[in-house]
């Protein structure tokens, strides 16, 4: 199985190529379109700011590449934020694969700390992403912006209001937590995405 990781101006790569290497797969980095075409799979991770990632995004002609992709793809924090309508970072227009906004964590009690950081439980797991996943298994969550509950919600949390913990439409695949970080849970999300029909 070929496998790709887009190449672009976000960090926490690094720890995807390792979740997958520990599960026996050897995956290229790449911001080749032609190879990103060609792939089996193609995730979509990071770490960064919603505005200077998609700056990046279109000046490389990646945004396109990306909507246009056929094969199951994986976008990871960051990566599922930039696959939506627009986000409140920066006030920047997204690649639109899910019609929703995304939305700055404003909190209301002095213990609501932002980023959100640490392990949260998802609620109502559900599709191929999930499959062995429990209600109540717990997943690693670094972020300071977060996509609402909507119509391509397939697991929500909860951390100061209820909100999507992954999404998905049609080829598209995405979480908010990082799948790389949570343990045997998260290892098991990534074996169902690629083993995906």
């Known amino acids: 199985m070929e496998v790709a990781i887009i190449n672009y101006n976000a960090g926490n790569i690094f720890s995807v190529v390792h979740a997958l290497r520990r599960l026996g797969v050897e995956p290229e980095i790449t911001d080749d379109p032609e190879k990103l075409q060609k792939s089996d799979r193609v995730l979509f991770p990071g770490q960064g700011n919603a505005q200077t990632t998609m700056h990046h995004l279109r000046t490389h002609g990646l945004d396109q590449v ?37 939305k700055r964590f404003r909190p209301t009690r002095h213990e609501e700390k932002v980023p959100a950081m640490g392990w949260n439980a998802l609620r109502s797991p559900k599709g191929a992403l999930f499959n062995g996943i429990q209600e109540s298994d717990y997943v690693y969550f670094v972020h300071s912006f977060y996509v609402p509950i909507c119509d391509f919600t397939t697991a929500e949390t909860d951390y100061i209001l209820p909100y999507s913990a992954a999404l998905h439409k049609d080829n598209f695949w995405a979480t908010q937590f990082h799948p790389e970080k949570s343990g045997k849970v998260g290892e098991q999300i990534i074996a169902n995405f690629l083993n995906m029909k």
């Open 66 to 102: 990306i909507r246009d992709l056929r094969q199951p793809v994986l976008g990871i924090c960051v990566g599922q934020q930039l696959m939506c309508r627009h986000s409140e970072e920066g006030d920047v227009d997204c690649m639109g694969i899910f019609p929703v906004g995304v």
